[in-house]
Every structure is written in C-alpha cells, then in structure tokens.
C-alpha cells in the first residue's frame, strides 16, 4: 500500500515532459516514499471536511490556514479545477463588492491552472487563495440576490413600468413604451430621480452595502442618492 501510494504521489507531482510522458525517476521515486500519504478519501467525509474548512479559512481571513487546506488537497491529489471553483465562489459570494478585484483573481486563476498545470499550477492557487482570505468581505451581493430571488418566488412578475420598456421596435412608442423615460448621463452626477422597480416594489430594498473596502465608496454614493430621494419625496408630501 505504501508503495502504491508513493507511485501515485511521484504521478501527481511529475509533470508531463515534452514526450507527453510523466518519467519517474530515482530521485522523484526517493522523494516520494519519504513524503507522507495523507488520508484523503476524495468520496468520503474527509474530502468534505477538508475543502469546507478552506473555505472557511478564506471567509474568516485567515491565509495561514486557507494554504494549509490547499497543501493538503494538492499533496491528496485534488483536481486543480475542484479548488478554483470553490476560490472563485467564495470570491464572490464572501469577499463580493469589498474587493471586486478578487473574483478576476479568482477566474484567472483557473485559466493559469489550465495554462501550467501541475506542479506550477499550485502557485496561483496560493496566489488566488491568499488574495480571497486577506481581502475585505462582503456579502451583501449574496445576500442582494437570495432576497430578490425569493421576492419573485413569493409575488411574481410584476409589470414593467411603461418608461422603461423597450422601444427599439415599431409601433413600441404607439403604446407609450419609453415614454418620459430620462436618460441617466444627461444630469449631473450622471443621476437623475426616477422609478426603476415595479409598482407593487416601491419601497423594496435587496442591496443594502457595508462599510467594508471598496464597498465604502459604493455605500456613500447610494446613501447620497437614496437621501436625495428621501427629501424630494418629503417636499412633496
């Protein structure tokens, strides 16, 4: 078993060479009984435990812990393809709008995998894992979509307002399709008041930005538009 295992590890970590063949030699054959197997069932409950704690080692900010999960799936074998995806999800889903920056890290990680392959490919799979588990989180894009996602499960469609309906076709503009519609760029800031969501969603918020990173930037200006609507529409009342 032992023997098995070192042949499989001396597999994993030789690249192919210009013949297309993975060539074991006796230092890559030495090197390999030396290293220790790690118990890594990837259909059993450890595969599970060891990718979820990568996980959570990411969105707690610990890169420490997330690159020792990651030495452990690359060292048991783990496809390459597997850990970038989970990289990327927790891109997105815990680092979000914080630092937008982590999701391209994230993908082109996966395109640099596919690129080197092993054993290089373990270089920017730390790089990919180190820049999720340092950035700043978010989720409120999560969290955004979840709610408006059950919003549209609980209600239904809801009629588009008329002024944003599309009117590129002919006869649109017979039904008033676009009509009064204002055209964002014409007004300073690039903003202008107006009614996006249906009717029956008026008051509905899904967005709602934290204070965290770049997402700061993002929650000041929708604070200033929010605010702005907010006094127009006591002015009125």
């Not at 030396?34 to 599970?48: C, F, R, S, V």
């Not at 707690?60 to 850990?83: C, K, N, T, V, W």
């Not at 009614?195 to 930037?217: A, H, I, S, V, W």
């Amino acid at each position: 078993r032992n023997a098995y295992n070192a042949l499989e590890l001396a597999v994993l970590t030789t690249a192919p060479a210009e013949d297309g063949l993975r060539h074991i030699t006796l230092e890559v054959a030495a090197e390999s009984i030396q290293q220790k197997a790690l118990h890594y069932d990837k259909q059993g409950d450890n595969h599970y435990d060891v990718i979820s704690a990568f996980i959570k080692s990411m969105r707690g900010s610990d890169p420490d812990a997330a690159l020792h999960y990651l030495a452990r799936m690359i060292r048991a074998g783990e496809q390459p393809e597997f850990i970038c995806r989970r990289i990327i999800i927790c891109a997105a889903e815990d680092v979000g709008l914080a630092d937008p920056q982590a999701l391209q890290v994230a993908t082109a990680c996966m395109d640099a995998v596919h690129f080197v392959g092993w054993p290089e490919a373990r270089i920017p799979l730390a790089m990919a894992a180190v820049y999720v588990a340092r950035a700043p989180k978010s989720n409120s894009a999560y969290l955004g979509i979840d709610a408006a996602l059950a919003e549209v499960d609980k209600l239904g469609d809801f009629a588009v307002p008329r002024h944003l309906r599309d009117s590129s076709y002919p006869g649109a503009k017979q039904f008033g399709h676009g009509a009064g519609y204002k055209y964002a760029h014409d007004y300073p800031m690039h903003y202008v008041k107006q009614q996006y969501l249906p009717d029956g969603l008026l008051d509905m918020r899904f967005y709602e930005p934290t204070e965290n990173g770049y997402e700061r930037k993002v929650s000041a200006y929708l604070n200033h538009i929010r605010n702005t609507k907010e006094r127009e529409q006591e002015e009125k009342t």
